[in-house]
Protein backbone atom coordinates (compact mmCIF):
# COMPACT_ATOMS: atom_id res chain seq x y z
CA UNK A 1 0.00 0.00 0.00
CA UNK A 2 1.15 3.81 -1.21
CA UNK A 3 1.88 6.16 1.85
CA UNK A 4 -0.30 8.62 -0.16
CA UNK A 5 -3.03 7.19 -2.50
CA UNK A 6 -4.34 9.60 -5.12
CA UNK A 7 -6.74 9.08 -7.91
CA UNK A 8 -4.77 9.87 -11.13
CA UNK A 9 -8.13 10.78 -13.34
CA UNK A 10 -8.47 12.33 -15.38
CA UNK A 11 -11.23 14.55 -14.49
CA UNK A 12 -13.34 16.58 -17.04
CA UNK A 13 -15.96 19.58 -15.71
CA UNK A 14 -17.63 22.58 -18.09
CA UNK A 15 -16.25 26.30 -16.90
CA UNK A 16 -17.53 27.58 -13.79
CA UNK A 17 -17.56 23.83 -12.43
CA UNK A 18 -16.60 23.18 -8.55
CA UNK A 19 -14.01 20.47 -8.61
CA UNK A 20 -13.07 17.94 -5.64
CA UNK A 21 -9.64 17.09 -5.67
CA UNK A 22 -8.74 14.46 -2.92
CA UNK A 23 -5.87 12.16 -1.35
CA UNK A 24 -5.58 9.45 1.55
CA UNK A 25 -2.60 8.51 3.10
CA UNK A 26 -1.93 5.80 5.70
CA UNK A 27 0.61 7.34 8.62
CA UNK A 28 -0.85 9.45 10.83
CA UNK A 29 3.29 11.36 11.49
CA UNK A 30 2.13 13.80 8.55
CA UNK A 31 2.01 17.02 10.15
CA UNK A 32 2.11 19.20 7.10
CA UNK A 33 0.07 18.84 4.00
CA UNK A 34 0.81 20.57 0.56
CA UNK A 35 -1.31 20.96 -2.64
CA UNK A 36 0.78 21.45 -6.09
CA UNK A 37 -0.06 22.30 -9.51
CA UNK A 38 1.93 20.98 -12.21
CA UNK A 39 1.21 22.44 -15.95
CA UNK A 40 2.87 20.43 -19.29
CA UNK A 41 6.33 20.17 -19.48
CA UNK A 42 7.06 22.60 -16.01
CA UNK A 43 7.53 22.05 -12.30
CA UNK A 44 5.40 22.03 -9.45
CA UNK A 45 3.84 25.24 -8.37
CA UNK A 46 2.66 25.29 -4.82
CA UNK A 47 -0.98 26.45 -3.88
CA UNK A 48 -1.42 25.53 -0.48
CA UNK A 49 0.30 24.75 2.56
CA UNK A 50 -1.34 23.60 5.89
CA UNK A 51 -0.34 22.44 9.31
CA UNK A 52 -3.47 21.51 11.19
CA UNK A 53 -6.81 19.92 10.22
CA UNK A 54 -9.20 22.20 9.06
CA UNK A 55 -9.98 24.85 6.30
CA UNK A 56 -7.82 27.32 4.73
CA UNK A 57 -8.82 29.63 1.80
CA UNK A 58 -7.01 31.16 -0.94
CA UNK A 59 -9.03 32.58 -3.42
CA UNK A 60 -10.76 30.11 -5.29
CA UNK A 61 -8.95 27.22 -4.13
CA UNK A 62 -10.06 25.68 -0.60
CA UNK A 63 -7.61 23.10 1.37
CA UNK A 64 -9.04 20.57 3.92
CA UNK A 65 -7.75 18.57 6.10
CA UNK A 66 -9.23 15.80 8.08
CA UNK A 67 -6.29 14.04 10.25
CA UNK A 68 -8.67 11.92 11.79
CA UNK A 69 -9.66 10.27 8.52
CA UNK A 70 -6.17 10.57 7.05
CA UNK A 71 -7.88 12.45 4.31
CA UNK A 72 -7.15 16.04 2.73
CA UNK A 73 -9.24 17.80 -0.16
CA UNK A 74 -8.64 20.34 -2.74
CA UNK A 75 -12.04 22.75 -3.89
CA UNK A 76 -11.46 24.90 -6.87
CA UNK A 77 -14.50 27.05 -7.28
CA UNK A 78 -15.93 28.78 -10.49
CA UNK A 79 -13.04 26.48 -12.25
CA UNK A 80 -11.24 28.02 -15.45
CA UNK A 81 -9.79 26.62 -18.63
CA UNK A 82 -6.51 27.77 -17.14
CA UNK A 83 -7.07 25.71 -14.13
CA UNK A 84 -6.12 22.75 -16.62
CA UNK A 85 -3.65 21.05 -15.03
CA UNK A 86 -2.10 17.97 -12.82
CA UNK A 87 -2.95 18.34 -9.26
CA UNK A 88 -0.39 16.91 -6.66
CA UNK A 89 -1.04 16.32 -2.96
CA UNK A 90 2.09 16.08 -0.74
CA UNK A 91 2.76 15.36 2.59
CA UNK A 92 5.44 15.39 5.51
CA UNK A 93 6.39 14.71 9.08
CA UNK A 94 7.34 17.28 11.30
CA UNK A 95 10.90 17.32 11.51
CA UNK A 96 12.60 16.55 7.36
CA UNK A 97 11.60 18.69 4.27
CA UNK A 98 11.06 15.47 2.67
CA UNK A 99 7.62 15.00 0.79
CA UNK A 100 5.76 12.14 -0.02
CA UNK A 101 3.37 13.09 -3.47
CA UNK A 102 0.25 11.41 -4.59
CA UNK A 103 0.49 9.99 -7.59
CA UNK A 104 -1.32 13.49 -9.07
CA UNK A 105 -4.45 13.91 -10.62
CA UNK A 106 -5.33 15.32 -14.29
CA UNK A 107 -7.88 18.17 -14.25
CA UNK A 108 -9.18 19.29 -18.01
CA UNK A 109 -11.93 22.21 -17.71
CA UNK A 110 -13.34 22.62 -20.87
CA UNK A 111 -14.91 25.94 -22.24
CA UNK B 1 13.22 37.80 -7.81
CA UNK B 2 14.75 34.77 -9.13
CA UNK B 3 12.81 31.32 -9.35
CA UNK B 4 14.58 27.71 -8.98
CA UNK B 5 16.51 27.87 -12.20
CA UNK B 6 17.70 24.18 -14.08
CA UNK B 7 20.00 23.32 -16.65
CA UNK B 8 19.76 21.98 -18.91
CA UNK B 9 16.27 21.89 -19.55
CA UNK B 10 16.23 18.72 -21.75
CA UNK B 11 19.26 16.03 -22.31
CA UNK B 12 19.55 12.73 -24.18
CA UNK B 13 22.23 10.06 -23.11
CA UNK B 14 23.13 6.46 -23.83
CA UNK B 15 22.78 3.89 -21.22
CA UNK B 16 26.21 3.36 -19.16
CA UNK B 17 27.09 6.75 -19.51
CA UNK B 18 27.01 9.70 -16.94
CA UNK B 19 24.97 12.83 -16.77
CA UNK B 20 25.19 15.81 -14.43
CA UNK B 21 22.49 17.90 -13.80
CA UNK B 22 22.65 21.82 -12.45
CA UNK B 23 20.44 23.47 -10.34
CA UNK B 24 20.12 27.60 -8.90
CA UNK B 25 17.96 27.72 -5.83
CA UNK B 26 15.39 30.53 -5.13
CA UNK B 27 16.88 33.30 -4.25
CA UNK B 28 17.53 33.75 -0.23
CA UNK B 29 17.45 30.20 -0.22
CA UNK B 30 20.04 27.89 1.00
CA UNK B 31 18.47 24.13 0.91
CA UNK B 32 18.16 22.22 -1.95
CA UNK B 33 16.68 18.86 -2.55
CA UNK B 34 16.10 17.10 -5.79
CA UNK B 35 13.46 14.57 -6.65
CA UNK B 36 12.93 12.45 -9.86
CA UNK B 37 9.45 12.46 -11.44
CA UNK B 38 8.06 9.50 -13.75
CA UNK B 39 6.17 10.18 -16.58
CA UNK B 40 2.55 9.86 -14.98
CA UNK B 41 3.85 9.92 -11.25
CA UNK B 42 4.81 12.01 -8.12
CA UNK B 43 8.00 13.21 -8.07
CA UNK B 44 10.12 10.60 -5.32
CA UNK B 45 13.08 12.67 -3.32
CA UNK B 46 16.33 11.60 -4.07
CA UNK B 47 18.14 13.46 -1.49
CA UNK B 48 18.80 17.39 0.22
CA UNK B 49 21.63 19.20 0.30
CA UNK B 50 22.79 22.03 3.28
CA UNK B 51 25.73 23.37 3.98
CA UNK B 52 27.57 21.20 1.48
CA UNK B 53 26.48 18.32 2.89
CA UNK B 54 24.03 15.32 2.14
CA UNK B 55 21.57 15.76 4.96
CA UNK B 56 19.03 13.32 3.81
CA UNK B 57 18.98 10.61 1.19
CA UNK B 58 15.59 8.78 -0.46
CA UNK B 59 15.82 5.18 -1.46
CA UNK B 60 17.94 5.53 -4.87
CA UNK B 61 21.12 3.73 -5.37
CA UNK B 62 24.85 5.57 -5.02
CA UNK B 63 24.96 5.74 -9.01
CA UNK B 64 23.00 9.27 -7.60
CA UNK B 65 25.39 11.48 -5.94
CA UNK B 66 24.94 15.03 -5.36
CA UNK B 67 27.05 18.32 -4.19
CA UNK B 68 26.25 21.68 -2.74
CA UNK B 69 28.57 24.65 -3.80
CA UNK B 70 29.24 27.41 -1.03
CA UNK B 71 26.84 30.10 -3.79
CA UNK B 72 23.96 26.94 -2.48
CA UNK B 73 23.49 25.93 -5.85
CA UNK B 74 23.86 22.38 -6.41
CA UNK B 75 24.69 19.20 -9.12
CA UNK B 76 22.78 15.95 -9.24
CA UNK B 77 25.94 13.61 -10.77
CA UNK B 78 23.86 9.78 -12.03
CA UNK B 79 26.57 6.94 -13.44
CA UNK B 80 26.24 4.29 -15.27
CA UNK B 81 22.84 5.31 -16.87
CA UNK B 82 19.95 2.93 -17.09
CA UNK B 83 17.29 3.09 -18.95
CA UNK B 84 15.05 3.61 -16.35
CA UNK B 85 16.64 6.92 -15.51
CA UNK B 86 14.60 8.27 -18.13
CA UNK B 87 12.46 11.25 -16.32
CA UNK B 88 11.78 14.59 -14.77
CA UNK B 89 14.77 15.91 -12.38
CA UNK B 90 13.30 18.45 -10.17
CA UNK B 91 15.36 20.31 -8.27
CA UNK B 92 13.36 22.33 -4.60
CA UNK B 93 14.74 24.88 -2.68
CA UNK B 94 13.53 26.60 0.65
CA UNK B 95 15.32 27.61 4.07
CA UNK B 96 16.65 25.58 6.46
CA UNK B 97 16.15 27.18 9.52
CA UNK B 98 12.36 27.86 9.39
CA UNK B 99 10.45 24.84 9.81
CA UNK B 100 8.02 25.56 7.96
CA UNK B 101 9.08 26.67 4.87
CA UNK B 102 7.46 25.08 1.74
CA UNK B 103 9.63 24.02 -0.95
CA UNK B 104 9.76 25.60 -4.42
CA UNK B 105 10.48 23.61 -7.47
CA UNK B 106 12.59 24.47 -11.13
CA UNK B 107 10.94 23.17 -14.23
CA UNK B 108 13.74 20.58 -14.27
CA UNK B 109 15.79 18.59 -16.23
CA UNK B 110 13.83 15.78 -18.97
CA UNK B 111 16.38 13.32 -19.33
CA UNK B 112 15.98 10.46 -21.79
CA UNK B 113 18.14 7.48 -21.87
CA UNK B 114 18.22 5.61 -24.74
Known amino acids: QKEVEQDPGPLSVPEGAIVSLNCTYS??????FMWYRQYSRKGPELLMYTYSSGNKEDGRFTAQVDKSSKYISLFIRDSQPSDSATYLCAMRYYNTDKLIFGTGTRLQVFP | DAGVTQSPTHLIKTRGQQVTLRCSPK?????VSWYQQALGQGPQFIFQYYEEEERQRGNFPDRFSGHQFPNYSSELNVNALLLGDSALYLC?????????????FGNGTRLTVT
Open chain 2, 27 to 31: SGHDT
Open chain 2, 92 to 104: ASNFWDRGDSPLH
Open chain 1, 27 to 32: NSAFQY
